[in-house]
């Protein structure tokens, strides 16, 4: 009876693991959809033609050369798991018709851009240069000297009737070329007067790059240590 009885258990364990597996391979399906459709480049899955796993994890590589971050580069051709500082280079077989199972690819597909296309602000500064687009950001006059503040609501620090301080932001966007100040003093939103911040064209075409879905954010680098993953 109590053999009978560990069969038993052990079927259902094993029934268990393998609709996990499943739902994982479902999630991470769907995943890469969402991230090939999203992706302003093409993507081809290959397998490392050196593998002697009977499922070898599946890679993804495109054809131009791409960046992730500030300056991590990704050249053509070549897993995007490998980077340019990889001296033992992966060799990949032809295209197959199924998702990358590589979470470093995976991630880096997410979020990497074309390496001649300019960056995507953060979710900050697309905040920032929003406020900006729409006129509430000023230089104005303060005790401590001229401030940059975002006329469109208050803050709790000194002088904060005058709007919320982004003295440090607007420098930083200012380094970049996005945004630049007025010559001529005009009336802000709370009825001083200062010389308003604008978007440049680079600022603009900034703004009107697609944000980097929360989703993609969310999608780990790596998969977590208490799993094993068995690709199908």
């Not at 050196?50 to 990704?74: E, N, W």
């Not at 995976?106 to 900050?124: C, I, L, S």
Request: hydrophobic share 35%; aromatic share 4%.
């Amino acid at each position: 009876m109590l053999q009978i009885d560990q069969r038993e258990a052990l079927a259902r364990y094993e029934q268990e693991l393998a609709g996990e597996r499943r739902r994982r391979q479902e999630r991470e399906r769907e995943l890469w959809e969402r991230i090939i459709a999203a992706a302003p480049f093409a993507l081809t899955v290959r397998t490392d033609a050196r593998s002697v796993l009977d499922v070898p994890l599946r890679h993804a590589a495109a054809a131009i050369d791409l960046l992730t971050g500030d300056r991590r580069q990704h050249p053509a051709g070549r897993a995007l798991c490998e980077g340019i500082t990889h001296t033992h280079l992966m060799p990949l077989s032809e295209p197959v018709d199924a998702y990358a199972t590589c979470h470093r690819c995976v991630h880096a597909a997410a979020v990497a851009r074309p390496a001649d296309g300019p960056e995507p602000p953060t979710r900050r500064e697309r905040r920032e240069l929003e406020r900006v687009e729409a006129g509430a950001v000023f230089t104005v006059e303060h005790t401590e000297g001229p401030e940059i503040r975002d006329t469109s609501e208050q803050s709790r620090s000194p002088g904060g009737d005058q709007g919320r301080m982004v003295t440090a932001v607007m420098k930083r966007l200012h380094a970049r070329g996005w945004v630049e100040r007025d010559a001529e003093a005009t009336d802000s939103l709370r009825g001083g007067c200062g010389w308003r911040w604008n978007l440049t064209s680079l600022g603009a075409a900034a703004l009107a790059l697609p944000a980097v879905p929360r989703w993609v954010e969310a999608t780990p680098s790596t998969p977590p240590q208490h799993e094993v993953l068995i690709p199908r």
